[in-house]
């Protein structure tokens, strides 16, 4: 059935995904079976031969265990119908297994225990905002402008006309009559070697584009580690927006049903008379 307003389907609609098909195991009855299999195993010693079985193994070992808890339990009662699933996988996982390896693996991915996001210090990139609580929508802005700065500033650079570079020979003048570079701070050359020439004897290029490139690189990291830590308050805004869509969409479907079902008990009322 469709709604007559906006052709929305009227059903049973949920927001999660259905649970996996595993959970169609935890039954009453077969909850209460394999604490009947963990006691006869601690009773019998075998839980590491059980653990360490392959699945036809266990599924025989476990019918065997039953049967025989069934039978010393009830002597002379006929015999219960056993379970057909395999009680070994409605039992959780060792946490402590976990634990000692120190992380679990999920979709592919490793997860460490405890989890921990590495800071911008221990990546080694410069933090451009307080350390102190602060606001996270001013800083979003402020690093947004830095980033729309240093792109205009980096655009003006490669639309700056090519400058010439005046040749550097032995007892010439630089650039512009400043005197040839030479050894950072007076620092003689490695080893006696003469320091590297540029290629075809020229001044090598200025560095402004590598610093913008630099200084765009480390605003975006930033951008991206205050909004990974909003992630959380997304999540929350984000489960709390579909739950009320939920809401507004059932209750709209109810006021529909209600709408044609009073439509049709007018109706009877018409045709009774």
Same mark, same amino acid.
């Given at each position: 059935?469709?709604?007559?307003a906006?052709g $929305?389907?009227? +059903?049973?609609?949920?927001? /999660? @995904?259905?649970? &996996?098909?595993?959970y !169609?195991q935890?039954? *009453?009855a077969n909850?209460l079976?394999?604490?009947?299999?963990?006691?006869?195993?601690?009773r019998?010693g075998?839980?590491?031969a059980?653990?360490a079985a392959?699945?036809?193994a266990r599924?025989a070992?476990?019918?065997?265990l039953l049967?025989?808890?069934?039978?010393r339990?009830a002597p002379?009662?006929?015999?219960?119908?056993?379970?057909?699933?395999?009680?070994h996988e409605l039992?959780?996982p060792?946490?402590a297994?976990i634990?000692e390896?120190?992380?679990?693996?999920l979709?592919g991915q490793?997860w460490?225990?405890?989890?921990?996001t590495?800071?911008? $210090?221990?990546l +080694?990139?410069?933090?451009? /905002? @307080?350390d102190? &609580?602060?606001?996270? !929508?001013?800083?979003? *802005?402020?690093?947004?402008?830095?980033?729309?700065?240093t792109?205009?500033q980096?655009?003006n650079?490669?639309l700056?006309?090519?400058q010439?570079?005046?040749?550097r020979?032995?007892?010439a003048e630089?650039?512009n009559g400043?005197?040839?570079?030479?050894?950072?701070n007076?620092a003689?050359?490695?080893?006696?070697a003469?320091p590297?020439?540029?290629a075809?004897g020229?001044?090598?290029?200025?560095?402004?584009?590598?610093?913008h490139?630099?200084?765009l690189?480390?605003a975006?990291?930033?951008?991206?580690?205050?909004l990974?830590?909003?992630?959380?308050?997304?999540?929350?805004?984000?489960l709390e927006?579909?739950?009320?869509?939920?809401?507004?969409r059932?209750?709209?479907?109810?006021?529909?049903?209600?709408?044609?079902?009073?439509?049709?008990?007018?109706?009877?009322a018409?045709?009774?008379?």
């Amino acid at each position: 059935m469709a709604d007559d307003a906006g052709g $929305e389907p009227v +059903g049973n609609t949920s927001v /999660f @995904p259905p649970p &996996p098909a595993v959970y !169609a195991q935890f039954t *009453e009855a077969n909850v209460l079976w394999l604490k009947v299999l963990q006691e006869e195993l601690r009773r019998t010693g075998q839980a590491d031969a059980y653990a360490a079985a392959a699945p036809d193994a266990r599924r025989a070992m476990q019918a065997q265990l039953l049967a025989d808890a069934a039978a010393r339990d009830a002597p002379g009662a006929p015999m219960p119908a056993l379970p057909d699933t395999d009680l070994h996988e409605l039992e959780p996982p060792n946490v402590a297994w976990i634990e000692e390896d120190g992380g679990y693996q999920l979709f592919g991915q490793r997860w460490p225990i405890p989890e921990a996001t590495p800071s911008l $210090e221990a990546l +080694g990139i410069p933090r451009m /905002f @307080p350390d102190e &609580p602060f606001d996270r !929508a001013a800083a979003l *802005e402020t690093l947004l402008r830095t980033l729309l700065l240093t792109y205009v500033q980096l655009t003006n650079d490669l639309l700056r006309p090519i400058q010439p570079f005046a040749p550097r020979k032995d007892g010439a003048e630089g650039v512009n009559g400043a005197e040839p570079a030479g050894p950072a701070n007076g620092a003689e050359p490695v080893n006696g070697a003469e320091p590297a020439e540029p290629a075809n004897g020229a001044e090598p290029p200025t560095t402004h584009i590598q610093d913008h490139l630099h200084h765009l690189e480390t605003a975006v990291i930033n951008f991206q580690f205050l909004l990974n830590q909003l992630r959380p308050v997304q999540a929350s805004a984000s489960l709390e927006q579909l739950l009320a869509t939920q809401v507004e969409r059932r209750e709209r479907q109810t006021q529909l049903l209600r709408d044609k079902c009073a439509a049709i008990r007018a109706a009877i009322a018409r045709l009774s008379l």
